[in-house]
């Protein structure tokens, strides 16, 4: 399969922490979305990488949100746009940080191996008020939304250790006309495909939660 050689340029963890008052909100809050990067390898196993935790489980984590995956692509963008330039890998609640890919160039389904770990990638990533508030941007969960850019989430396949550095190789693509973008689009209205939706209630991986949103949306 001929595809443009995608790397992990960085991996981050993070477990929920409590959080006080800011600039957004007098009201303290807990969150995983914090992560940092870590140095050489880590262990995945079926739900989360070492030291990587999510605090809302209805909305994060499980089998299949095991890892958060970003394309590196957006950051020369959000620099730029939000006059943020010392924004860094992680900022956006990511596990990877991926060279090459985005939400236009990744597909319902795709299988990619990483290190000695097999991923499948399982839904979008719609992030939520948290995002805004870990980057004291308080329209940023907006923004993303409206640009599709929230990145995807993927279950594991096979365990074992990945690192910095290596390949994020695509070994099967099942679903090539299911792009994140196109997903995001008709998740957030943007596209009204109930026909789409109705194939997609099938899809087995993925998630199950997003398999009966589509179900409901076929009907509507």
């Known amino acids: 399969m001929t595809e443009t050689q995608a790397t992990v340029l960085s991996i981050q963890v993070g477990m929920p922490t409590e959080h006080g008052a800011d600039a957004i909100s007098k009201k303290a809050w ?24 999510q605090d809302d489980l209805k909305n994060h984590g499980g089998p299949f949100r095991a890892i958060l995956t970003y394309g590196a692509g957006h950051y020369p963008v959000w620099r730029e746009e939000l006059g943020r330039a010392d924004l860094a890998y992680g900022a956006f609640g990511e596990n990877l940080t991926v060279s ?5 160039l990744v597909c319902l389904g795709d299988i990619y191996q ?51 550095g290596d390949s994020y190789t695509l070994l099967e693509r ?8 196109l997903l995001n689009d008709i998740t957030s209205e943007r596209r009204v495909e109930p026909a789409i939706c109705q194939e997609l209630a099938t899809i087995e991986a993925l998630t199950p939660t997003w398999r009966e949103m589509y179900g409901r949306m076929a009907t509507q």
């Open 30 to 53: 807990q969150s995983g979305i914090f992560k940092y990067p870590v140095e050489g390898r880590i262990w995945l196993d079926s739900l989360n990488l070492t030291g990587d935790g």
């Open 114 to 164: 990483v290190g000695e770990a097999r991923v499948q990638v399982s839904q979008p990533r719609f992030p939520c008020w948290k995002l805004a508030r870990r980057n004291q941007l308080v329209d940023l969960t907006a923004r993303v939304e409206a640009r599709g850019w929230g990145g995807w989430y993927q279950r594991v396949l096979q365990t074992g250790y990945i690192e910095a």
């Open 100 to 104: 090459e890919l985005t939400e236009d």
């Open 174 to 181: 099942p679903y090539p006309n299911y792009t994140i973008t």
